[in-house]
């Protein structure tokens, strides 16, 4: 079984019924009502929102379709066909979207105006910043920006930016913040890297900072960009990302930028032959200087890590003076916390820049660190820092604390008042619609943005109507955002247990590590699919389904029975099992092959030549989605066994002691 991206694919189609208004009684306080929510009253005997022709909502579809092909025509002539659509200001949106590049400011204004406030005209908002980014229309760009909801779009900001430096602004501190991930960088942010370099903003150890990062992360675009700004090769650079061979022998040659691109690309060989990058980089020493001998070092090491090779530890030590990506800083410290070098871990950790050092692992290991060199008031306060964070991270500082896992005083029931007016609000209509139309991805951002300004108790209360409405990922993730008000039966909801419970029960299982890993996999979508093809409540592969229904019985399985709800927790339930009888009984390792396969666990575990502690060996997964994932189902796992069994739990006992593999083998 391959990672998989859990939550992609099909969805729940939502019932949409709104709970029926009541006055709140006398002893309940009036609450506040929820922003937008007078907006849409009540209206008694009014239609619900989702009952609308059938032959409406496929052309709906036909021209959400069409506004993703760009076909402006056939968006105009379906958009025409839908004057008074219950998803308005999205037929206003597709009709728009594929000529947005031709359709005049005011025009363009005029939709935002009509549907100002709603996450439609943000969304128009955002894309017309790119294409006035793109024409370099910084008048209008500077307007619409001031308009716009705080943005998360990588290309907008360095638009912002490059706007900013167009006016002869000093923008360089702020760019080094956001220039972290070539891949995302897109024309926006080489045009803002561009000016920088041009404008002597960005040092030439910065570009090359920048070459490095892009060919760790395999960005073959951006080096190319990157090479041409520092006087190299652009072929030479993207060979060095794609075919590492023919630049390596292509020779090391005489620039400082030509030293880089051959450092790349010495960095790309070691992830397929660690020996041929330690000879040629053995070879080639002499010619580089001390700085650039580290480099390469660092990135032969940062290839040993990755699949945990034991000559890792020494090559971070060759590697030592080098200017390290934040990646390499993170795979250095797990290189150290394996072989148990506290000092180095500490020392590590402590040359992170503060945004990566101040996340909640880092700050948990940092914590261990100092606890290992005598300085026990030190790390009681970092463990303080995160011991708040009901995850991972913060549950072991927890228990570094003295304390346990519980479950805290739910809070007050929400009254039937309040779910109402979460019922009301017409971005929340507008995402049932969508839910209905099975579009999760856009009844998601609807749902997103009616609750973004929520209180605590409106949180509640949305979830609640999630819950009313089967949305149980909705409920979770709202839910999720309450720091005083807390309701752990949303956050870790049980459903389905008339089913999972007697086939746990049955295979020996224990029940809150199966609602853990569901809660990971699926976050209760029961009909999701994954991009590779899992499916259901448990995400569980065609090819994984069909041989464990041979090994159980299930004779007459065909790969359509994975939508079936019962079907699934069968064949995921018992998968989970086999897993986990392979491994020894340890639910890391058993997590760690329902994700990655079990192959990849057994070499992971087969690395090992002495015990190792559990929550090391997570953090040293290899890959991150593995390492996200075990994470985060033992930490579900923790919190459920605390709602169930209504006692406190160890995260530390459930995660155990690793130890090196004898023997089992046989699953796919």
């Known amino acids: 079984m391959l990672p998989k991206n859990f939550l992609a694919g099909a969805v729940l189609a939502a019932a949409s019924a709104s709970v029926l208004a009541e006055a709140p009684p006398a002893t309940v306080p009036t609450v506040p009502p929820v922003p ?192 041409q700004l520092v006087g190299a090769s652009d072929t030479r650079a993207a060979q060095a990302v794609d075919v590492p061979a023919v630049a390596m022998a292509r020779g090391i040659g005489t620039t400082r930028a030509e030293h880089e691109i051959y450092l790349v690309a010495l960095g790309r060989m070691a992830r397929t032959s660690l020996k041929l990058a330690t000879v040629a980089l053995d070879k080639n020493s002499s010619k580089l200087s001390s700085e650039e001998r580290a480099i390469g070092w660092a990135n032969v090491a940062l290839a040993a890590s990755l699949v945990l090779a034991p000559e890792a530890y020494e090559y971070w030590q060759r590697a030592e003076g080098a200017p390290l990506t934040n990646f390499q800083r993170e795979w250095k410290a797990r290189i150290a916390l394996r072989r148990g070098d506290w000092k180095q871990v500490a020392a590590t950790i402590d040359a992170m820049p503060s945004p990566l050092r101040d996340e909640s692992g880092w700050v948990y290991w940092l914590g261990r660190a100092y606890a290992q060199q005598g300085r026990r008031e030190d790390a009681d306060a970092l463990y303080r820092r995160i011991a708040t964070q009901n995850n991972f991270y913060g549950q072991l500082a927890m228990e570094e604390l003295g304390e346990l896992v519980t479950i805290p005083p739910s809070a007050a029931p929400v009254t039937p008042f309040e779910v109402n007016q979460v019922a009301q609000l017409p971005a929340v209509r507008q995402a049932m619609k969508f839910y209905e139309l099975r579009l999760r991805p856009e009844g998601n951002r609807e749902w997103n943005w009616a609750t973004r300004s929520m209180n605590e108790r409106q ?54 590590w199966v609602y853990g890993l569901i809660r990971q996999e699926s976050r209760f979508i029961s009909d999701a699919r994954s991009g590779v093809g899992a499916s259901g409540l448990m995400q569980v592969m065609p090819a994984t389904g069909k041989w464990v229904a041979a090994k159980i019985g299930l004779t007459d399985f065909v790969h359509g029975m994975l939508s079936d709800l019962r079907t699934n927790i069968t064949l995921g339930a018992n998968y989970m099992n086999m897993v986990l009888e392979n491994n020894g009984g340890s639910q890391v390792l058993a997590t760690a092959a329902y994700n990655a396969g079990p192959a990849r666990s057994r070499t992971w575990r087969g690395l090992l030549d002495a015990p190792m502690e559990g929550a090391v060996f997570v953090e040293s997964i290899p890959f991150s989605e593995t390492r996200t994932y075990v994470r985060n189902v033992m930490s579900n796992a923790t919190n459920y066994a605390a709602l169930f069994e209504k006692r406190p739990q160890s995260l530390k006992a459930r995660l155990g002691t690793i130890t090196p593999r004898s023997g089992g083998a046989g699953l796919p």
């Open 36 to 227: 937008g929510a007078t907006s849409v009253p009540a209206a008694p005997g009014a239609a619900p929102v989702n009952e609308v022709s059938r032959a409406e909502d496929d052309t709906f579809l036909l021209l959400r379709e069409a506004a993703r092909q760009n076909d402006s025509a056939r968006a105009n002539a379906l958009a025409s066909r839908l004057p008074n659509y219950v998803l308005a200001s999205y037929v206003d949106y597709y009709r728009l979207k594929p000529r947005l590049r031709e359709a005049s400011a005011d025009e363009i204004r005029a939709v935002l105006l009509r549907h100002q406030g709603t996450a439609v005209a943000d969304r128009l908002r955002t894309d017309w910043l790119l294409e006035l980014g793109r024409a370099r229309d910084w008048n209008n760009f500077d307007r619409e920006l001031a308009q716009a909801a705080r943005s998360d779009d990588v290309q907008v900001r360095c638009y912002a930016l490059l706007a900013r430096a167009a006016h002869g602004e000093r923008v360089v501190d702020e760019a080094r913040t956001l220039l972290v991930n070539p891949p995302a960088y897109g024309e926006g942010c080489a045009a803002l890297m561009a000016q920088l370099a041009q404008t002597g903003q960005l040092s030439q150890d910065e570009l090359l900072a920048q070459l490095r990062l892009a060919g760790e992360m395999t960005a073959t675009g951006p080096s190319r960009r990157i090479a």
């Open 459 to 512: 949180l509640l209360a949305a979830a609640e109507y999630a819950r009313r409405n089967d949305l149980l990922d909705r409920m979770v993730e709202t839910s999720l955002r309450t720091r005083t008000e807390l309701d752990y039966n949303q956050r870790f909801p049980a459903p389905h247990n008339e089913i999972l419970q007697p086939t746990a029960k049955n295979l020996s299982l224990d029940t809150a």
